[in-house]
């Protein structure tokens, strides 16, 4: 159990397009899921957390109107870069929380973002 | 300031010894919790172990424990009985309060870990 899905695993894109990557948990319902941003060879940098049916809480200098989130439903939550440029160029991952006393987080396999 | 610390960049570890991973964590909240989570060169986190600040045994799943000493606030994994396949990059993190009733994990920088045959 406690999987979770992303799609696309990768994706190129040219320089001023938006790209939506898209996280769901599979086989439970995740009221709180999680989107981190990892460049090559370092850690997981929180960028926003994101409750379903209301607005995601961004970190501190994650830009609200270029990362757009959307949890629609408790097992579905998108990522929306929108107008890409090449230092947007990264590995995303979301990870999705099954609640209770442990809290732990169940992540996607990631997705490898190339702005060209 | 740093609230998860691994100290190690790297490790090297002979194929069926044991090896154990530092993790030191900063916090003032009573109730917290920390993770280790494996993450392979193709990219995904594993969940390995969870501990939390109040339970009384160190966490143990198969050849994964956490040595918890609370009072040293360090959370160090053990792999013991090393396999190849455990080479990867290993992340500490600790759940701690975000405001709100909310949540938020902090990861450590990781530590890669490499078995040798």
């Known amino acids: 159990g406690a999987v979770v899905s992303q799609h696309p695993s990768r994706v190129i894109c040219k320089s001023g397009t938006s790209v939506k990557i898209e996280c769901r948990s599979l086989?439970?319902?995740?009221?709180?899921m999680f989107w981190y941003r990892q460049f090559p060879k370092q850690s997981l940098m929180l960028m926003a957390t994101?409750?379903?049916?209301?607005?995601?809480?961004?970190e501190q200098g994650v830009e609200k109107d270029k990362f757009l989130i959307n949890h629609a439903s408790l097992t579905l939550s998108t990522l929306t870069v929108t107008s890409a440029h090449p230092e947007d160029s990264s590995f995303y991952i979301c990870?999705?929380?099954?609640?209770?006393?442990?809290?732990?987080?169940?992540f996607g396999p990631g997705t490898r973002l190339t702005v060209l | 300031a740093q609230k998860i610390t691994q100290t190690q960049p790297g490790m090297f570890v002979q194929e069926k010894e044991a090896v154990t991973l530092d993790c030191t964590y900063d916090?003032?909240?009573?109730?917290?919790?920390l993770f280790w989570y494996k993450q392979p060169s193709s990219g995904e986190m594993i969940f390995l172990i969870y501990?939390?600040?109040?339970?009384?045994q160190n966490a143990t799943e198969g050849r994964y424990s956490l040595n918890f000493q609370k009072a040293r606030k360090s959370a160090n994994l053990v792999i013991s009985a090393s396999q190849l396949g455990d080479s990867a990059m290993y992340f500490c993190?600790?759940?701690?309060?975000?405001?709100?009733?909310?949540?938020?994990?902090?990861f450590g920088t990781g530590t890669r870990l490499k078995v040798l045959a």
């Open positions: 990870s999705a929380s099954l609640g209770g006393g442990t809290d732990t987080q169940y």
């Open positions: 086989d439970f319902q995740a009221t709180t």
């Open positions: 994101s409750n379903e049916g209301s607005k995601a809480t961004y």
């Open positions: 916090t003032s909240d009573p109730s917290y919790g």
């Open positions: 501990q939390g600040s109040y339970d009384q």
């Open positions: 993190a600790m759940r701690e309060a975000g405001g709100s009733g909310t949540y938020k994990y902090i």
